[in-house]
């Protein structure tokens, strides 16, 4: 339990540290073996502002995209994605934060490697 309560304040203060970046993007694992399933971690900075998240992971073949509602203020700062059995390629992970008028907020991107 001491452990589990200690990462859990290692990761919130992690967050804590760099809230100068709105979104950033990160998955699990970053190399994999097809078909893949990964994990796409999403962190952004509550703003009043934030109306959606939108998360793609494309490679030159394939598409998996997914959406989540914002609440603004009330958001989760952390949303977590399962994105499964990606085929072979090298994906461009992206996310992307939407506002009130539709226009994108903020972005981040990462890359993935499917073997």
Do not use: W
């Not at 994990?39 to 959606?52: C, K």
Request: proline content about 5%; overall charge neutral.
């Amino acid at each position: 339990m001491k452990k589990l309560i200690f990462c859990g304040a290692m990761l919130l203060s992690a967050v804590a540290l760099d809230a100068s970046q709105p979104v950033r993007v990160r998955v699990s694992p970053q190399i994999a073996m097809a078909p893949a399933d990964v994990i796409v971690y999403v962190t952004v900075e509550p703003s009043a502002d934030n109306r959606l998240l939108k998360v793609s992971a494309e490679s030159e073949d394939f598409l998996r995209s997914s959406e989540l509602s914002l609440e603004g203020e009330g958001s989760a700062r952390i949303s977590i994605l399962h994105f499964r059995e990606l085929p072979a390629g090298e994906y461009d992970v992206t996310a992307d934060v939407i506002g009130p008028a539709g226009k994108r907020r903020a972005n981040a991107n990462c890359v993935l490697r499917v073997n």
